[in-house]
Structures are given as structure tokens and as C-alpha cells.
């Protein structure tokens, strides 16, 4: 009984960790193309200080509206590549009962 526990938690573990690992890279691959706008646009020698802090300030608006309108997209991904992949998505809102 205890190995048949243990197979399942380590199951479990495996799939929370490859959907975990899943959600960081798309998670990062948004973040990087909001950044990477960023980033060329300060690579020019050219921008004085105000229009540096202009484009940081675009920039975190961009990452805000992010957070308010593309995260469940995100998610929806997220599940969309899991099912491809034919692995399982555990129940994240589910409670932790430790031991």
C-alpha cells in the first residue's frame, strides 16, 4: 500500500513539476517579447533620460495590461500544449495536506 502511495505522490510530483516548467517557459517567452521592445529601443545612443523613462513607463504599462488581460490566455496555452502532450494538469486549486 505504501509503494502504490508513494508511485502515485511521485506521479503527481512529476506532473506538477513538467507543468511548472511549462508555465515558466511560456510565461518567460511573453515577458521577453514585452522586454525585448524595451531593450532595442535603449540600445540607441540617441535617447536622452526623458524619453529612456518613457519608455520604461510604456513598458510597464505594457506588462500591467499583461497581467489584467493575458493571463488567463496564458493559461488557456498552458492547458492547450499539457493536452498535446497528453500530460495531465493536477488541481492546482486544490488544497495541500501535508503528511
Not at 540607441?44 to 510597464?60: C, G, P, R, W
Not at 488557456?76 to 492546482?92: A, G, R, S, V, W
Request: net charge negative; glycine share 4%.
Amino acid at each position: 500500500m505504501a509503494e502504490l502511495i508513494d508511485s502515485e505522490a511521485d506521479g503527481i510530483y512529476d506532473a506538477m513539476t513538467f507543468v511548472e516548467f511549462v508555465f515558466i517557459l511560456h510565461f518567460m517567452i511573453e515577458m521577453l517579447g514585452i522586454i525585448d521592445d524595451l531593450c532595442q529601443a535603449l540600445q540607441y545612443k540617441s535617447h536622452d533620460k526623458l524619453n529612456a523613462m518613457q519608455l520604461v513607463s510604456s513598458t510597464k504599462t505594457l506588462l500591467q495590461k499583461f497581467k489584467e488581460y493575458r493571463w488567463d490566455p496564458l493559461f488557456e496555452n498552458l492547458k492547450l500544449f499539457c493536452k498535446d502532450h497528453m500530460t495531465e494538469i493536477p488541481n492546482l486549486s486544490a488544497l495541500y495536506k501535508a503528511g
